[in-house]
């Protein structure tokens, strides 16, 4: 498991900065703003394929907060456990942001994407769907992340879109947290699960309401809500309420690892208050 271990330590690094008003660069089609995963996974495929290749999605996460959150870029290159990270074009140097949503955070469409896809030769790709705009932003690759991604399964075409995985994370009871917690933000990740040995995890949607907000004193508590949901029958796998410690730092939480995945380092920090 050296290898997954080695993916998930760099998705939580790479996670402190990838948030972005991107300018316009890449594919889009359609109406610019929120929208569902299957809209943004098509984005995000399209965008891909200028790397050249052919890319399968293993990953897709959304941020839906009540406020832009803004980081440094990736900068230079970052070498972690035999990982190399690198920024593409602008994104190597200018500074990202995740647009707001503001309304409706509970909805299954967000204005803010991140897909991890990989190769035939598994390197990894990060692209960032915002405002409906999809931008190829950071390679992975070496040796330990090429064999960490090998085990992460492909997320599959049946799995159900995020507008049928929030309804049922709002029947489960998320719609009556924020009733309660009317400046929570949510995020929701789609994961293709996980291969090791021949034995596996099914592709899982898993949603995190958490009660801290942009206005939230760092090292704060608040309540959150977590919802998993079985993304190929679109049944419910379970809830569990939990309180968050308001971080005060923005980032993207990749929250929700398959099981068997380490899950401490993938509970990073998120937006402006937020708690993984």
Do not use: E, K
């Not at 359609?30 to 399209?46: E, F, H, I, K």
């Not at 394929?49 to 832009?68: D, F, H, I, P, R």
């Not at 419910?236 to 929700?256: E, I, M, Y």
């Amino acid at each position: 498991m050296a290898g997954a271990t080695a993916v998930v330590v760099v998705l939580c690094l790479v996670g402190l900065a990838l948030l972005g008003d991107l300018p316009g660069v890449g594919p889009s089609s359609g109406p610019a703003g929120p929208v569902p995963y299957s809209q943004a996974r098509t984005r995000a495929v399209d965008a891909a394929a200028q790397m050249g290749g052919s890319w399968s999605v293993l990953y897709a996460g959304a941020l839906n907060g009540q406020a832009a959150t803004s980081t440094a870029s990736f900068g230079s290159a970052v070498g972690l456990a035999g990982c190399t990270v690198t920024g593409i074009g602008a994104y190597a140097t200018s500074n990202l942001t995740f647009p707001a949503q503001g309304r409706d955070v509970g909805s299954g469409s967000s204005p803010a994407w991140l897909f991890l896809l990989r190769n035939s030769t598994n390197d990894g790709l990060l692209v960032a769907v915002l405002s409906g705009v999809a931008s190829p932003v950071a390679s992975i690759s070496g040796p330990s992340c090429t064999g960490g991604l090998r085990l992460l399964a492909v997320v599959p075409d049946s799995a159900i879109d995020s507008t049928a995985a929030l309804a049922t994370a709002g029947s489960a009871g998320g719609t009556s947290f924020l009733a309660a917690h009317p400046t929570a933000n949510v995020t929701f990740g789609l994961t293709g699960g996980l291969s090791l040995f021949g034995f596996g995890t099914g592709s899982q949607w898993s949603v995190l309401y958490s009660a801290c907000g942009a206005t939230a004193v760092p090292g704060s508590s608040a309540p959150a809500f977590n919802v998993t949901i079985n993304a190929t029958l679109g049944t419910l796998v379970g809830t569990s309420p939990a309180n968050a410690t308001c971080t005060g730092t923005p980032a993207l939480p990749l929250a929700h690892a398959p099981r068997g995945l380490p899950t401490g380092p993938v509970a990073i920090v998120s937006p402006r208050g937020q708690g993984a």
